[in-house]
């Protein structure tokens, strides 16, 4: 009988505990709409002067436009959007964007470590 009352007490604390636990559905997600990704004013500046001439759906680089479309991201379910972000994180920590053959025609084009940042801490779901 002791151990029935003892083994209640314990599973009416646990109960309790995780009860009092805050709740965080989604640690470290980038902020996307259910329905379709909304990329802040800040991240699309950067995307604009940086990376929308190649990857976009009218871009005469065919390459880039099939690895990342930011027409379609714009109007990506959450799931798609949330996988398509976290491969821009690892091209940008794996400094792959924007190409070496590219900047070596437009030096420009390279991306500055506040840039760089700001698209990390959208990608990755960073509060910067």
């Given at each position: 009988?002791?151990?029935?009352?003892?083994?209640?007490?314990?599973?009416?604390?646990?109960?309790?505990?995780?009860?009092?636990?805050?709740?965080?559905?989604?640690?470290?997600?980038?902020?996307?709409?259910?329905?379709?990704?909304?990329?802040?004013?800040?991240?699309?500046?950067?995307?604009?002067?940086?990376?929308?001439?190649?990857?976009?759906?009218?871009?005469?680089?065919?390459?880039?436009?099939?690895?990342?479309?930011w027409?379609?991201?714009?109007?990506?379910?959450?799931?798609?959007?949330?996988?398509?972000?976290?491969?821009?994180?690892?091209?940008?920590?794996?400094?792959?964007?924007?190409?070496?053959?590219?900047?070596?025609?437009?030096?420009?084009?390279?991306?500055?470590?506040?840039e760089?940042?700001?698209?990390?801490?959208?990608?990755?779901?960073?509060?910067?």
């Open positions: 009988m002791k151990k029935l009352a003892l083994f209640s007490a314990f599973g009416f604390a646990l109960i309790l505990f995780l009860q009092a636990m805050p709740k965080n559905d989604s640690p470290l997600q980038p902020e996307i709409s259910d329905e379709a990704a909304q990329i802040p004013e800040n991240v699309m500046a950067v995307v604009q002067q940086k990376c929308y001439g190649c990857h976009n759906a009218e871009s005469k680089n065919e390459k880039g436009k099939e690895k990342l479309d027409d379609e991201l714009n109007a990506a379910k959450k799931s798609k959007a949330l996988a398509t972000m976290k491969k821009i994180t690892e091209v940008l920590e794996g400094d792959e964007m924007p190409p070496e053959k590219f900047l070596e025609r437009k030096p420009e084009g390279k991306l500055t470590d506040e760089k940042a700001t698209l990390l801490a959208w990608s990755s779901g960073k509060k910067k």
